[in-house]
């Protein structure tokens, strides 16, 4: 017993004194969201040792940040989740200086960006996406026939559509902020709107299209429109190109299409930012700044396949990848893209409340 | 009595299948081709060599296994002592209380114990410097706090049961203590020592709540890592990886029970 306990002292001494090396950074991003060879080639060329670590929810991130001290010097938190966490003082300003590589980054991206950081302060774009519509192809020309052109929010918020669908199943993404913005967006309302009258409008036809929705998750239906168990999602790109790249890799005969419908949709931002109590603030900077390479952010999109936003990339990322309007939209589809407002705590209440109402039916 | 017989038999199958069935079906699905959960795409290995080149998860289950083995062995220390105490002191005022106190760890939800845990692990390195962030230190300290408590119900109701007058002899024949507690006390508790390590190992290799709490940089135990990767569906090579441990942990509770019946014999009980 005597030798158990000293042997386990020991250990514990020895497990804490691991972190305590000199030359380290400790990343916390999205599971499965980098190049499979971006940590190596960081660690050849700084002789930084990566620590690397994930996540699958803004809200994991989040409880890590607000508590404090969390000890990550790079974290990868969506643009509205930024927003609330710079509020409360969670992350250091970015030292330009630092950061050569922003000259890369492309103007336009950066500044819509600045919706949820003001000029670009505390973070930089490690990727982005849009909220839209993935479905079965097969599945829904079979319901709706051959002719019908997938390209309207109309398949989810139309009754007899979504009627026509409901039995092969449509899902939406247990997200207020997403669905509401993209109901008003249909109904010709502002998505940006933060009027009671609007948020209500939109509340009012998610109600109405609820008998035809199987259910409202975030994650499942990547597999499940995999699966072909459903045909129609509200979903995010990243997460639909997903559910196609592994419904082609079994090849059952599910063929999954995204599309960012015409009246437009929602775009979000991942953003790196560097928390305001970081170990290793300098070695942060480093990273954040090889990632924004040419070259290493055009291999990251080449194997996630989330568009980037840095332009000096472009000519290096497949043509595959930014040739397809779900992932790069063209300059048409880009003019309707919009970013989640700044919601103050009143509309925050109401939303969750109108959300509760859709979901329940009550 | 003869339906007994029918029924007994088949309720008992039942339950084996209600408790097994899952086991079996992830076994199953180890050696499935398709990287699609749902679908059987034939007979394959692959996933397991996969699991070999995924640095990631093998790394998360070296780390699980390091934390549940010192926080299972810390957990048998403080339970040892604390089982002692509760059980061979004569009766003081507050005994019932502390009894009480120590199951409370049971009983308690993992977010609340985490939560706790959590601030109190800030406080500290606000005030003592120590322990000086988070990591694999706070999470072996974490898993022996509520595993020393299950430790203690178990390791008390052996020494309760424990025939008192064999230490008493070893007393009257001049033994210090220390010396009965070590030669004596120690050897007739140690099935329960054994089953007490097994339940804190297996309860810190299960635990995903308390340990997303105070967990820091690098030392993702292996239930977070699939955990995180459940968005994207569980990949094959993790039916793999718990094929392997259902393979391991069997092993040890085979060896164990063989080890417990043993001594039971030896001490003719």
Known sequence: MKYLFAISTVAIAAAGAVTAQDQVVNIYNWSDYIADDTIEKFQEQTGITVVYDVYDSNEVLEAKMLTGSSGYDVVVPTGSFLQRQIGAGAYQPLDRAALPNLVNMDPDLMAAAAAYDAENEHATIYMWGTTGIGYNIGAVAERLGEDYEVDSWALIFDPEIAAKLADCGITMLDAPTEMLPAAMNYLGLDPQSIEPADLEAGAELLTQVRPHIRYYNSSQYINDLANGDICVSVGWSGDVFQAQARASEVDAGVEIGYVIPNEGALQWFDMLAIPVDAPNADNAHQFINFIMDAQITADITNYVWYANANLASMPLVDEEITSDPGIFPTEAAKENLWSSPVYNARTDRLITRLWTTVKTGQ | ?269
Do not use: C
């Open chain 2, 1 to 269: 009595m003869k339906n007994r017989s029918i029924f007994l038999p088949v309720v008992t199958g039942l339950g084996f299948l209600f408790l097994y069935a899952p086991i079996a079906s992830l076994i199953v699905f180890s050696f499935n081709e398709s990287k699609l959960v749902t679908v059987w795409g034939g007979f394959s290995t692959k996933w397991y060599g996969e699991l070999l080149r995924d640095p990631q998860i093998l790394g998360a289950a070296w780390i699980s296994l390091k934390i549940a083995f010192l926080s299972a062995t810390l957990a048998i220390i403080i339970g040892t002592v604390a089982a002692f105490a509760l059980s061979r002191f004569p009766k003081f005022r507050t005994k019932s209380l502390l009894n009480w106190m120590i199951t409370a760890p049971l009983v308690m939800p993992d977010v609340i114990i985490g939560l706790s845990l959590l601030l109190m692990f800030v406080a500290m390195q606000g005030l003592i410097g120590w322990p000086a962030g988070r990591g694999m230190t706070t999470i072996i300290i974490a898993h022996a706090t509520f595993g020393a408590a299950y430790a203690a119900v178990v390791i008390q109701s052996r020494l309760v049961d424990m025939d008192m007058s064999i230490e008493e002899v070893a007393l009257d024949l001049g033994a210090k203590p220390m010396r009965v507690f070590f030669d004596i006390t120690l050897p007739v508790i140690a099935p329960a020592l054994v089953s007490g390590w097994l339940l804190a190992f297996t309860l810190s290799l299960d635990d995903l709540v308390i340990a997303s709490f105070v967990s820091g940089p690098g030392s993702s135990t292996l239930p977070m890592v699939i955990f995180s990767k459940v968005r994207l569906g569980v990949s094959p090579d993790v039916n793999a990886l718990a094929t392997i441990i259902i393979l391991i942990i069997s092993v040890g509770i085979i060896a164990a029970a063989i080890q417990i019946s043993r001594s039971g014999k030896k001490l003719g009980n």
